[in-house]
Structures are given as C-alpha cells and as structure tokens.
C-alpha cells in the first residue's frame, strides 16, 4: 500500500525529473523557436498590423482596421484569382497524386535494375529549380523557338499555340505536373517500402493477384502517405506563384500580373506600392489555404491516422 | 519552464510592440522635408565606380543608363569640389521597387534618382512628395538648352515647378526593311491608309511575314499611337496634384484601336508581345518588314543576333493619319533629386551638369544610344550627319531628329504602372480575341477611373 503511494506523483505538483525534462526540451526547441518567431511569427504579426492600415496617394496611411478585408473579399480581382487557383488545384491534384500513385505501384514491383535507373529518372524533373524548369518550358513552348513546330510541319500540320491566353492553363498543369510528380512519387514509393513483405505472401497464398494485392493492400497501407502528398500539393497549388511568374516573360499579355493571389500580392507590393492592401490579400490567402487544409486533414482523418 | 514562457512572452510581445511601433511611424509618411545640406553624409558610401577624388563631397545615382559608368568617369574626371558616387544599377521596375522601398523606410535612397517621365508623377503626387522642385536651385537658367517637348516631360504637366532635368527621348519613327518592298515591288507606305494597302498587297504578292506588330503590352508605346490621332488619353498636372483626367475610350482612341483590330483580322499585322525572346528573333529574321518604334530601336536592332541574310534596314517617318500630324514619342528620362538627397543644393548641381557638355553628350549618344534632349546635340551637324552602320550608312537622325524636335511633351497618371498593366489585358482582348473595341474601352476607362477615386484622386 504504502509503496503503491510512492510511486504515484501528487496531483497538481511535477516530479524533479519531468520539470528537468521540460527544460532540457525547451533548451533542445530553442534554436528552431528562436527563428521561428523570428522569421514566421514576428513577420505574421507584422504583416496583420500593416494589414490594419490603408494607403492611398492622396490621403497617405491611415488606420481602416478591417475595411481591407472587406475589400479584399469583395475584390474581383483577387476572388478570379482565387477560383482560378481553385481550378487548378481540382485539376491538377488528382493528376499528380494519380501519376505518382501509378509510378510508385509499378517501380515498387519491378524488382530489377531497370527500377531504380527509372526511380532516378522520374524524380529528376524535382531535382531542376522550378525557376530553370519554367524558363526551359517556356523555350520549349515558344511558337518560334520551340520544337513543336518544326515537329508538328513533319507531318504537315500547325503547331498549337501553348502561350495563347486559352491554352496557358493547360500548358501550366503541365508543367507542375512534371516537375512535381516524381517528389511525390518517391514520398510513396518509400511509404510501400516499408510495408511488411510478409503481407504479400499471405495474401498470394490466399490466391490474390498482383493488382488485386495493389489495389487491396498497398494503396489503403499508405494512405496516410497519399494525404500529406495531397496536403503538400493543396497548399502549393492555393500559393501558385513561381511558374507563371517566369513564363509570364514569354506570355506577357496571356498571363496578367495578379494571375493568381501571390502575383497579386505582389504586384500590388512592388508595381502599385500598395503595402497594406498587399497585407491584406497574403493574409486572407494564408488564411484560405489554413482553412482548405484544416477541412482537407478532417474529411481524411480516418485515412490519414491522424484521428488521436 | 515559467520563466522560459515568461521570455517567449516578452519576446512576442516586444515584437508586436516594434511592429505597432514601425506602423505607427509609417502612418504620418510623405510631405516634403526641409531640404539636406550635409555634405559629409555620403563619405563612406560604397560605391560601384572608382571614385577620383576620394576627398571630394560625393553624391550619389541610382542609374541604368548603359554605359553610365562612362559618363561618371567623365564627370569626376572634371570636377574637383563634388564626385558622383553610383550606387545601383538595377534597371527600370527593380530600380522603382527600390525608389519605393527606400520611400517607405525613410532612408536609403540615392541622392538623385533616374526616373522615366512616365513614372515620375507617382513620386511626386499627394502625399508623395518625393521629388525636389529644381527650380529652388536655379533650373530656369539651362531650361533653353533642352527641347520644350522634354521640359514639358519634367515639369509633370504643370508650369510652375520642374522635377527633374531631362536626359532622353524617344522619338518614334518607321524602321523597314527595304529589300523586302524592293523584292515585292511594294511602295513604302506613308499614312495609315497606304500602311494596310502595303500590307494587304505585300499578303497578296506572297510574302510570308506581316508588314508589322501590335503589341498588346507596349505600354507607352501605344499611348503615342493614340496621340496622333489626337487622343490624349491621361491628364495630370503638378499644379493640382490631386485631380486627374482619363479618356482612354475617346473616338480616337477607338479609332486606332479599331483600325489595328482591323488589320489583324486581315493577317497582315502581328500582335506579339514585345520584350520576348520570340519578338527579339522576329523583329530581324524577315518575320516584319516594318518595325514602327522608338529612337532606343536603332541600337537594340544592332545587339540582336540572327538578322537574315540580305537584308536592308531603312528609316523612314512613322506613317500617319494626315500631313500634319504631331510628333510622337515614346518613352525617355531624367535626372531627379529626391526628398532624401544629403546635400540637397549639390545634388541638384549635379544633376543639371551631368549631361550638360558636349563629352558628355558624345558619351550619351556615342556610348549609351540615348537620344539626345539637349538641343546643342540635336542640331549639331555632326550629329545630324552622322551614317548609322546597321541602315548601311543612311544618315537617320535627319529623320528622327525632327521627330524629337516636334514632340510637345505627354502627361502620365501617378499609378502609371497600373493603367499599364490595365492596357495591356484590354489590347491583348480587343486584338487576340477580336474583341469588342467600345466595351472593352469603357470597361478600361472605368476600371482606371474607379482606381483613381480609390486612391482619393479627383476624376476630371
């Protein structure tokens, strides 16, 4: 009895040991906490407060407290912005997330050298910085330049114009979607590395096919993989920015400089000096891109164990 | 742990006081500070050029003239009493972000400032007053040696104050490629009209190209378009800073814009986008057999690569709608001095002698391919006689000159970028896409009328 009474910790106060614990592990977080509130809480702050004042050249600065939000929410420029980043995120999420699922599946079958030289190969896209992976699309694009049209006259035909303002989207999705692709396919394929291979055997023994073992096994084993791959293609296509920005240099009038909400925010910033209402647009895009995600993360709780 | 929390708290807490602290002092920017006069301030300023005389007082330039480098040498080579100290070189939209960023930090900007004559309102209207009036510092005195046109630029529409000293222009003129109407036996056209005759007759007769380019994102280029035929789209004047005047959906506006709707639809006019690597190729492999464009044209031709075989490059005067229509322009810039000059009185000094001497003038033009303001240059002989190579020899400034003599001076809104940047989505519509000219006009009008009011600005 009395013994039993030692070991259990009194309510309210801690023993010696976690309170030393607690220290060491604040020391331990204190390099990484230290510049996260340096670089990321400190300029959030920063930016909501400018976010809080408006500018106009006649008038100068002055406080409007939440009036730019209203604004911002009732802009038709940055709510086309936002549609237009929403559809490229309908679309372009389920093609990466299919093509890298598809790439893992099959790498993670094939058993022989050709599967890593081809693993190399796929990621290789990621390897390239986008800024150089969209200027080379752009050269590759260009109706003058490019080899689609000397290709296409092989077989008599004109080529299509992929810097035209209807075409642009798709030539975008496309270019995402090779640079992107192979990253993701590696975070899966090594999401199917660590399955256990003994699962497969049963399963074989019980007479399943390979594809049945694919579909029936693999796929539901990294689901929690497939989320957080989805996570990480939601937020980076709601913060659409680098791609445009450089091919907007080939396409000047198909891709307008607030194409998206970063390029509105920062032609508002750099090109109409308009700081606070620049604020304003990053703050109610961060602000959309945390609720998409937190939405995203609950409808999948239970796929991507995240649920305790 | 509590005292770890307690920190954390302290330090969040310290910077959103700094941040309320750095908001409140951004709140009360603009209006224009009594003048400097340190002339110690810039001593241990870096800079990009070999300074001459280290004791000297320096002053220092943002400025991405080419070649100004030249320039710097010349001036401190002749002066002993002041140096001029280059700072940046970044170039035209890096180098206002720049201008912008020292504006809302109170500090760092240069003490004279290159700025085009189409960006200079921006700086220079309601509580943005960021650009000294020269005229303190005894600017009337050299007004005589530049083109009416060019001071008219600089004095932001207004008669009373002057923002800056002009350095260039850029008079617009027709480059075409001779062999090519030689070959099609096509007269070179001189209005409008003859201009999609030609065109529609160099179609018929099989030539491959188009006889020019609309470009959808020309920016200023297509406002001297719409002056010629009469439209003067923006109004502003540094007399009352607070209003101004839009009407880009004039009858001539919609008359230009129309007639190059027109000759798109008929395939005999491109509408690339300028500044693309595509339109550098175009512009000299036979794609175009005329190029109507600014001055700053002759030495771009001369630095791209890939020209075609046989060709022969001419100019002529841009087509127009009658005999007599203005002079047109496109682009140019001056020297300004900002609200943040050190030694306000020397950097105003500075930026009235840059370019006022004949070495330096010969540097500008020679070196940099500006297009001179001065009017000692302009009507030099030697100038006016000058065979430019790249046009085998044909002596063009006999035809620009005139151009830059003639031009009467532009106004510019002070949120130009944005009307631009408006411009360029509407041409892109009305000309790619067909379009209509008269809704997509008025939608532009009032887009950039709903800005201005915005802005606070009075809509004439």
């Known amino acids: 009895m009395s013994k039993k009474k030692n070991n259990v910790v009194p309510h309210g106060t801690k023993s010696l040991s976690t309170t030393r614990a607690n220290r060491w592990g604040w020391i331990f977080t204190a390099p990484f906490g230290i510049v996260f509130i340096l670089f990321l809480v400190v300029p959030l702050v920063y930016a909501f407060f400018v976010s809080l004042y408006s500018y106009t050249q006649v008038r100068g600065t002055i406080f409007t407290g939440l009036a730019n939000y209203k604004r911002v ?236 | 742990m509590r005292s770890i929390n307690k920190v954390l708290g302290l330090v969040l807490a310290g910077a959103m006081a700094l941040s309320v602290g750095a908001c409140g002092s951004g709140s009360d920017n603009g209006g224009s500070k009594t003048a ?174 188009h006889i020019g380019n609309w470009q959808p994102n020309g920016t200023l280029f297509n406002y001297a378009y719409y002056d010629q035929a009469g439209g003067k789209v923006f109004k502003y004047s540094a007399n009352d800073p607070e209003k101004v005047g839009i009407d880009v959906n004039s009858a001539s506006v919609k008359k230009v814009v129309t007639f190059w709707q027109k000759m798109a639809k008929e395939g005999i006019v491109a509408t690339d986008d300028t500044d693309t690597a595509a339109w550098n190729k175009k512009n000299v492999d036979g794609s175009y057999a005329t190029i109507i464009h600014a001055s700053w044209m002759v030495g771009y031709l001369n630095g791209l690569s890939g020209v075609q075989d046989g060709s022969i490059w001419q100019v002529a005067k841009a087509p127009g709608w009658t005999a007599n229509d203005p002079a047109i322009n496109c682009g140019g810039s001056a020297l300004t001095v900002t609200d943040q000059a050190k030694d306000t009185k020397q950097a105003a000094k500075v930026a009235m002698e840059f370019f006022g001497d004949d070495q330096a003038q010969d540097i500008a033009v020679n070196d940099s391919g500006l297009y001179p303001t001065w009017q000692k240059k302009l009507k030099s002989q030697a100038f006016l006689d000058r065979g430019e190579k790249f046009f085998n020899n044909q002596k063009i400034n006999t035809i620009i000159a005139p151009v830059a003599q003639n031009y009467k001076g532009y106004q510019f809104l002070p949120f130009q970028t944005y009307a631009n940047d408006e411009q360029t989505k509407t041409l892109a519509a009305i000309l790619r896409d067909g379009a209509n000219v008269d809704t997509k006009l008025d939608a532009w009008e009032k887009t950039l009328s709903t800005y201005a009011k915005q802005q606070g600005f009075t809509v004439e």
């Not at chain 1, 936002?82 to 893992?104: G, H, N, S």
């Not at chain 2, 083109?147 to 932001?156: E, H, N, R, S």
């Open chain 1, 73 to 308: 929410f009732t802009d038709p420029i940055f709510l086309n912005g936002l549609k237009l980043v929403v559809l490229y995120t309908i679309v372009m999420v389920p093609i990466q997330l299919l093509f890298a699922l598809l790439l893992a599946l099959v790498l993670d079958s094939m058993k022989s050298k050709f599967a890593s030289v081809s693993r190399l190969l796929y990621f290789l896209p990621y390897a390239i910085p986008v800024v150089i992976g969209a200027l080379m699309w752009g050269f590759l694009y260009s109706k003058d330049m490019g080899p689609f049209t000397s290709l296409f006259q092989l077989f008599g035909m004109k080529a299509p114009d992929f810097l035209a303002p209807g075409s642009i989207f798709g030539s975008l999705v496309n270019m995402v979607t090779w640079q992107w692709t192979g990253y993701y396919m590696v975070i899966l394929y090594s999401a199917l590395q660590s399955i256990p291979t003994d699962l497969y055997e049963s399963a074989r023994i019980d007479g399943a096919s390979e594809a049945k073992i694919a579909l029936k096994i693999k796929v539901p084993m990294i689901t929690s993989s497939m989320v957080m791959v989805t996570i990480f293609a939601l937020i980076g296509t709601l913060q659409f920015y680098t791609e445009p920005m450089v091919l907007r240099n080939n396409a000047n009038s198909a891709i307008p400089p607030e194409y998206t909400p970063n390029m509105y925010a920062q032609a508002l910033e750099f090109n109409y000096n308009q700081m606070n209402y620049a604020a304003t647009v990053s703050f109610a895009l961060g602000l959309l891109v945390v609720i998409f995600s937190v939405l995203f993360m609950t409808l999948t709780r239970k796929q991507s164990g995240l649920e305790d």
């Open chain 2, 36 to 209: 400097g006069s340190d002339a110690h301030a810039n001593d241990s300023a870096k800079c990009i050029n070999k300074v001459k005389n280290p004791k000297a007082e320096k002053v220092t330039l943002w400025s991405w003239y080419p070649q100004v480098e030249k320039l710097i040498d010349h001036f401190n080579d002749t002066h002993n009493d002041v140096q001029v100290c280059w700072t940046s070189s970044d170039q035209s939209a890096k180098a206002y972000s720049r201008f912008s960023t020292a504006i809302k930090a109170k500090s760092g900007a240069a003490d004279i400032v290159q700025l085009e004559y189409a960006m200079m309102p921006q700086y220079a209207s309601g509580v943005e007053k960021h650009l000294v009036d020269l005229n303190k510092y005894g600017v009337s005195k050299i007004k005589d040696n530049y083109t009416p046109g060019a001071w008219k630029d600089v004095q932001l529409g207004g008669n009373k104050s002057v923002y800056g000293v002009p350095v260039d222009v850029g008079p617009v003129v027709m480059y075409y490629r001779k062999d090519i109407f030689d070959k099609y036996g096509v007269q070179l056209p001189t209005t409008w009209d003859e201009y999609e005759k030609a065109g529609l007759e160099l179609k018929a007769k099989g030539y491959q190209g």
